[in-house]
T-cell receptor, first 113, second 111 residues
Framework: NAGVTQTPKFRVLKTGQSMTLLCAQD?????MYWYRQDPGMGLRLIHYSVGEGTTAKGEVPDGYNVSRLKKQNFLLGLESAAPSQTSVYFC????????????FGEGSRLTVL | SQQGEEDPQALSIQEGENATMNCSYK?????LQWYRQNSGRGLVHLIL?????REKHSGRLRVTLDTSKKSSSLLITASRAADTASYFCATPGAAGNKLTFGGGTRVLVKP
């Protein structure tokens, strides 16, 4: 089992460019999440999904969109990147409940110039 | 806003010593979790303690939960250099539909 896989691992964007981060999990988990991690601020939830075809906003959703067309994939999109979106992004999934044990990917480091 | 807050923000110990970190939270919870993050890696789940439990062990880890004080502690006994990492507590948000994380405690174990 690969667990939770994120691609790409690193990306540099210019302000205004768009990109998509892909998260894939092979554990048949219902729940999937996108967090961003910034120094001194811990992890903040961007968007989450409680099942295929569903998405919901987290703490800091502005500037991001998500889709969950397949149960195993959760995509995070930036339509017009801003320097404030420079961060490390983590995808996570859980099986039993939104507040159960989370399984994390290795992170995607995004720099917006 | 953060539900959990870890204390201290950082600590440095010698190999073999014990490391203790604390987490305080604001609202009632049904469980509290601890995660470890090695530098440049994703978070890894360590232990979950339910609100009706006061103490839980896993290997060299000991977690306590005091719901009356809204606090938890993580103790790492006989620390090793490989325990160098950041440790985060996580609690259910007020709506119970997601986990929220504290800012973490950075632990450095010197050989």
């Amino acid at each position: 089992n690969a667990g939770v896989t994120q691609t790409p691992k690193f990306r540099v964007l210019k302000t205004g460019q768009s990109m998509t981060l892909l998260c894939a999990q092979d554990m048949n988990h219902e729940y999937m999440y996108w967090y961003r991690q910034d120094p001194g601020m811990g992890l903040r939830l961007i968007h989450y999904s409680v099942g295929e075809g569903t998405t919901a906003k987290g703490e800091v959703p502005d500037g991001y969109n998500v889709s969950r067309l397949k149960k195993q994939n959760f995509l995070l999109g930036l339509e017009s990147a801003a320097p404030s979106q420079t961060s490390v992004y983590f995808c996570a999934s859980s099986f039993t409940s939104p507040t159960g044990e989370l399984f994390f990917g290795e992170g995607s480091r995004l720099t917006v110039l | 806003s953060q539900q959990g807050e870890e204390d201290p923000q950082a600590l440095s110990i010698q190999e073999g010593e014990n490391a203790t970190m604390n987490c305080s939270y604001k609202t009632s919870i049904n469980n509290l979790q601890w995660y470890r993050q090695n530098s440049g890696r994703g978070l890894v789940h360590l232990i979950l303690i339910r609100s009706n439990e006061r103490e839980k062990h896993s290997g060299r880890l000991r977690v306590t939960l005091d719901t009356s004080k809204k606090s938890s502690s993580l103790l790492i006994t006989a620390s090793r250099a490989a325990d160098t990492a950041s440790y985060f507590c996580a609690t259910p948000g007020a709506a119970g539909n997601k986990l929220t994380f504290g800012g973490g405690t950075r632990v450095l174990v010197k050989p």
